[in-house]
């Protein structure tokens, strides 16, 4: 079976947006044991939209088709359907309920312009879309089954696993091979280097196929497996997966896609210990990914960022003495950091950074890229001093917290 | 001339990874006045790259190829390259100096696999990667002449503006057409009323074609506009902005792509006013986002993330009498938050936030998607009370970020 994705629109073609649609509908398929084999990208032009879609009838047997059925005029991904396949858009009765009752259950008018988005070509069924006005719709032309859903991504979604997946299933029955993948996150190694480490792999588990991910800063090792027997199958992955661990160790952080703000939050709820951080140069964003974990309420207490030196001796408690001896971004400074955010907030654990994320405030001693971090434990208190080459904020801003967070875990663990 | 962009590699085909390098492309072409008129993604398999690669060697003139360079086993760009046209791997002297050059100027060692990367079709013209190992290559086959680019994000960015596209300039001569494009940020309204509101425009303004763009939780609206004349496309742009403003009015935040925080901190700068922040249910991504604007440590001088009560009370100086009797999300809690926030820093204004990002911790009271805001001004302090019927927590937090942030504009705008 052939399957195929197409995004419209030229918002995606332009470039304006990234299309993350067709990622997530690869990864629901794979999931399903189905594999999608081209995903494509087209703007709102009708001649080439009637074209491609023409193109992948005669060649596909599935095809997934996200963007433009929304209300306003650069929506016409229903007309180019009608007319690749030759036929009328007329009302469609069944859409219209979708639409009205979309407005209807959150008490809202309707608008004339939404009535457009139950016009659907001849012979279409209506997709529901529980959760946006834009209903979807399946329809054959040649020899492939259409399915057109809307483009906003959480309608998308659940419009995929509620309405298309079914009607896959129901068509070409549930497949019996499985696909299944271990998803080993790293930090630490470049690519190439895990890639060396992990030479001998493909020899010793031929089953198994590999694809490295650059997620920076981290490196995915993505371990894929094809068949029909779960059980054999899942200890194949098991056994190349401990493979795995035995060549990269503790760059290895978690075996099974974890962020690494969840594993350090996972560890430091296993030991009921208490967190608290003081940043600098990483400006919030340690906070951030830590609570973007649910349940972080429970073990992450308080983070301090403090910008301002004023801020570093007020609320942290930081010696105007080392500041002006050592400076803001100092292995000793980092040090007071911790411990200070740890006093303040009462907990176990004290995190702190301080560094140069630029693109100024570099100088010859402490250039852009310079971090500092300081980890306090119930016990002691560490400082350590690092170089990164890179040299763009954002870059700089996720690598320094992901090496806190990697340096704070690697304690936990002890 | 006909320009494609095809991504290559299994992450991206299963959806493991997301494309972002196509729309970066796509976006950089454009600018350039060129039209990228399609992507495609496949997978790392032989058969089906080289079929795609005839595929677009027969229709396109130009292609733009990313992924497969690495020096890993699912690398096979390079030799998918050789089979669509027919030629074989040779050692490419060119291309082996950019890759022994990467690892001596880094004081790396360079190991056997990367010499891999210097294996290149035979007649193709290596290009120069000034920021990792892996060469470039272009090369023609049929009537398309291919750049092949590595998938690493900052290496393909920094071939393609110093390699690929002097290339194309050079083989077309720079085009005459041009493309601009104006992106007017919106917060506050849905993609349909925003689309009904601007509904005249393609009547007023018929050389301009409009793109809705949702980047949650903001609506940008794209006004596209293609000619010769560099002075009479600007003028028409700016005329139809002015248009778009007279609709939209207060909920457009920017007129030049710029980002809700860029604009917060320019505000800020040009009062000469300073700003601390205290975060509960945005756990830090207020302050991350504002310390992604460079320069931002001149008004930007402290947060408190104050997740639990007892930071509240001990950082902040929130009464435990308002904390008793209100809760933590209570707009009383978050005036006291602001003011707290805003004397321990120092500031001239405060902002805070506290509420239910979500999934657990709502009630029937509060349930999840209720957010409070404090903003403390020079002058009083303000505490507001909203919900918002999302129920992903990372959706809350950006959400909730982003209205704090628009309130605290809409205060400084005045």
Redo the contacts between chains.
């Keep these: 079976m052939i399957i195929e994705i197409l995004a419209t629109?030229?918002?995606?073609?332009?470039?304006?947006?990234?299309?993350?649609n067709?990622?997530?509908?690869?990864?629901?398929?794979?999931q399903a044991g189905l594999?999608?084999?081209?995903?494509?990208?087209?703007?709102?032009?009708m001649d080439?939209m009637v074209s491609?879609i023409k193109e992948i009838s005669g060649r596909a047997d599935i095809a997934i088709v996200t963007g433009g059925l929304?209300?306003?005029?650069?929506d016409i991904t229903a007309e180019a359907a009608a007319k690749a396949k030759g036929v009328e858009l007329v009302l469609n009765r069944s859409a219209l309920h979708v639409v009205e009752n979309f407005f209807k259950t959150r008490k809202r008018t309707m608008?004339p312009?939404?009535k457009k988005q139950a016009m659907l070509p001849k012979g279409a069924e209506s997709l529901n879309n529980p959760v946006g006005?834009a209903p979807g719709f399946v329809l054959k032309i040649d020899r492939c089954w259409f399915f057109f859903v809307p483009g906003?991504?959480f309608e998308m979604r659940r419009m995929l696993s509620d309405e298309v997946l079914p009607r896959i299933e129901k068509l070409y029955g549930r497949t019996d091979e499985l696909s299944l993948?271990k998803?080993i996150s790293t930090f630490g190694l470049t690519?190439?280097?895990t890639?060396?480490l992990l030479?001998g792999l493909?020899a010793e588990y031929p089953e198994i196929?590999?694809?490295?991910?650059?997620?920076?800063p981290e490196i995915?090792v993505?371990l894929?497996i094809r068949g029909t027997d779960d059980k054999v199958l899942g200890k194949i992955l098991e056994k190349a997966s401990q493979w795995v661990l035995g060549k990269l160790g503790e760059n290895i952080f978690s075996m099974n896609g974890r962020s690494m703000e969840a594993v350090v939050g996972g560890l430091l709820a296993e030991k009921q210990a208490t967190l608290a951080?003081a940043?600098s140069c990483t400006?919030?964003?340690?906070?951030?990914?830590?609570?973007?974990v649910?349940?972080?309420?429970g073990y992450?207490?308080?983070?301090?960022?403090?910008?301002?030196n004023?801020?570093k001796t007020?609320?942290l408690g930081v010696s105007n003495e080392v500041l002006q001896r050592y400076g803001a971004v100092h292995p000793e400074t980092v040090k007071q950091m911790a411990q200070g955010v740890k006093r303040?907030?009462?907990t176990t654990y004290g995190l702190a950074t301080s560094g140069i994320a630029?693109?100024?405030?570099g100088t010859d001693e402490k250039p852009v890229g310079t971090l500092c971090i300081g980890v306090a434990t119930p016990h002691d208190v560490k400082g350590f001093r690092f170089f990164f080459p890179f040299n763009?904020?954002?870059?700089n801003?996720k690598l320094f917290a992901m090496k806190a967070l990697d340096l704070l875990r690697r304690e936990l663990r002890g």
Tied chains: 1, 2.
């Design positions: 629109g030229d918002e995606i073609r332009t470039g304006a947006a990234i299309d993350s067709s990622a997530h509908i690869a990864q629901v398929l794979e594999e999608a084999i081209r995903h494509t990208c087209v703007g709102d032009d080439i491609i929304g209300p306003t005029s650069d608008s312009s939404n006005s906003v991504p993948v998803t690519e190439s280097a890639g060396e030479d493909s196929t590999t694809g490295f991910r650059s997620k920076f995915q993505k894929y951080v940043e400006g919030g964003l340690i906070s951030h990914m830590l609570t973007n649910p349940g972080s309420s992450f207490h308080f983070s301090g960022v403090t910008y301002s004023e801020a007020k609320v303040v907030a009462g630029g693109p100024d405030g763009t904020r954002s870059m801003k």
